[in-house]
């Protein structure tokens, strides 16, 4: 049992006013990749009908993308909050699947795909593994760029994944 849907993406003060889909996707994309969740706020608001599973994907894609931790982070604090903004990138990333199929938006194997990748960079592999299950629920087969990083994420044992069940780098006896 799934539980209540609650948008935690606040709607933006004033969204522009959006006449058709290509001037919906011309004010998203004017605001990937710097701002990501913007865009995906602006999808959001945006009236029945306006916004595309191509669309929702453009912006899941630059999500994804902002979900790697930075490498180099000086400090531990610095790279404290680098990886917490990654996985509220990957929270909002999932959410946008759920707001997508209550705005009739039906979200195709890409739009997993990318969640999927996501969640998985972040570390919340038992999380990918759902959204996996929900997907075959949904009657979209995953595919190899669905299972990959899952796959890879458990040979490699990620934190979070559970049981892992990678032994890589380790001797056999």
Not at 48 to 62: D, F, I, K, T, W
Not at 97 to 112: E, N, T
Not at 156 to 161: I, L, M, Q
């Amino acid at each position: 049992p799934a539980a209540a849907f609650t948008p935690s993406i606040p709607a933006p003060p004033s969204p522009p006013s959006v006449q058709s889909k290509h001037s919906l996707a011309k004010a998203v994309q004017a605001l990937l990749p710097d701002d990501p969740r913007g865009a995906l706020r602006l999808a959001h608001a945006a009236p029945p009908g306006a916004a595309s599973c191509a669309l929702y994907n453009r912006v899941l894609a630059a999500i994804n993308k902002a979900c790697v931790p930075q490498r180099g982070a000086g400090r531990r604090a610095e790279a404290s909050a680098m990886a917490g903004v990654a996985e509220e990138m990957a929270d909002a990333a999932e959410e946008a699947l759920r707001i997508m199929a209550q705005k009739g938006v039906a979200p195709d194997v890409f739009s997993f795909n990318t969640v999927v990748s996501a969640l998985v960079r972040v570390g919340a592999l038992a999380r990918a593994t759902a959204l996996i299950d929900s997907m075959e629920a949904a009657a979209i087969a995953p595919d190899a760029y669905t299972l990959n990083p899952v796959l890879a994420a458990m040979a490699n044992n990620v934190p979070g994944g559970g049981s892992g069940g990678g032994s890589r780098g380790a001797r056999r006896a």
